[in-house]
């Protein structure tokens, strides 16, 4: 945005002396702390009504938190428009999973975030299956949508380096056909039906190797590895924690394709890392940009299952030599027509455009 020509400043509710504020590459009005959940701040208002003129478009970060509410009435009648990123917190998956949360929210929705959505001059969606799945989260839904990708940079491109180092750290993974998961550990990303998965393709293939790599948080990995025992994988799964920096990069350039059958994902932005690194990926049709990937033909996409993901596995094992060369050129143009961080700018941009410079 800076390259674009535009000055952004942040409003957050965080600690002024936090160490990521101090090192943050704009400037940042921090007017935390906040101690609940919700996020209510009495600082918020009255500082947006006393500086809001000065910007020619305020931008909402999420939901369900009271900054949005904030600058919904801190605005109101004023000539500042604002916009709303909703970062997937619309999706109909919370409604089906956790009920009484979606219970809860509903007390927030006619009050506070369905006023917020119905102001603002644009509600903005990471991909087309965001902005259809949202209508189905509420049944008092108005507002006026628009559709822009998420993105990230480009990696490191020292790919024999990065290679080379992380086999250094994992040696028993090289000369391996890696399988990556980056992710958290958790329920909702699917590590479940990878490992069943993989369990069912790996015993017909000696140099098979899956990577499952990222923090436990919730403390399932016990119960995934001994689920990956069970079915006698257990040697051909590694489990390294999470993995930053060189290390992350490493294991991208390392593998042969990147795995996420995750059962809600707004966008998935290793899915985005994975196709950066020319890495065809294996995901479900419940990864929000499951559509771009099968239009650009940069992976393969099933259902959240295990059979599905058997299928993705499956049909990515059955690639000739070639048509894994083209499906890796293919997802590395994925990345650089969709989700390149200054094509996201320049799409973001063009949303906002007829509310800059005014």
């Known amino acids: 945005m800076a390259r674009a020509g535009h000055e952004a400043n942040v409003v957050c509710l965080d600690p002024p002396d936090s160490s990521f504020i101090l090192d943050f590459p704009a400037h940042v009005h921090a007017l935390g702390p906040v101690t609940s959940t919700y996020a209510y701040s009495r600082k918020l208002v009255p500082w947006l009504r006393a500086h809001a003129r000065e910007y ?43 009920p009484l949360k979606h219970l809860k929210k509903w007390l927030y929705w006619p009050w506070a975030e369905y006023r917020v959505l119905r102001d603002a001059k644009n509600v903005i969606f990471t991909c087309e299956e965001e902005r259809l799945l949202a209508r189905e989260s509420f049944w008092l839904y108005r507002c006026n949508e628009a559709v822009t990708s998420y993105g990230t940079a480009p990696p490191p491109k020292n ?53 499952m790599a990222g923090p436990d948080q919730a403390g399932w990995g016990a119960e995934l590895k001994a689920l990956a025992d069970k079915y006698g994988v257990a040697d051909k799964i ?28 707004n966008f998935g932005i290793a899915v985005a890392e994975a196709l950066a690194c020319a890495k065809p990926v294996l995901i479900s049709n419940k990864v929000n940009i499951w559509r771009e990937i099968e ?64």
């Not at 919904?72 to 999973?97: E, S």
């Not at 070639?322 to 994925?334: F, G």
Request: aromatic share 12%; net charge neutral; with cysteine.
């Open 56 to 98: 020619d478009v305020i931008i909402v970060n999420g939901l369900w938190q009271y900054c949005g509410f904030a600058v919904w009435r801190a605005l109101a009648g004023t000539n500042t428009p604002y916009v709303v990123f909703t970062h997937g917190m619309l999706d109909p998956w919370f409604k089906k999973t956790y």
């Open 159 to 211: 790919t024999p380096v990065l290679t080379e180092n992380f086999f250094n750290v994992y040696p028993q993974l090289r000369d391996k056909r890696i399988v990556l998961f980056l992710g958290r550990i958790h329920e909702k990303k699917g590590c479940d039906l990878l490992v069943e998965a993989f369990a069912r393709v790996a015993n017909k293939h000696d140099d098979l190797h899956l990577l």
């Open 295 to 358: 239009a650009d033909n940069a992976g393969f996409v099933a259902d959240d299952t295990v059979e599905g993901t058997v299928t993705t596995l499956e049909r990515w094992l059955a690639l000739t030599p070639l048509q894994h060369k083209q499906m890796q050129q293919a997802a590395q143009a994925c990345f650089a027509t969709r989700f390149h961080i200054e094509k996201v700018a320049a799409r973001f941009c063009e949303i906002l455009q007829p509310r800059l410079g005014k």
């Open 238 to 265: 590694t489990w390294p924690g999470m993995l930053a920096g060189d290390l992350k990069w490493g294991a991208f350039y390392a593998c042969e394709v990147f795995s996420l059958p995750s059962h809600q994902e």
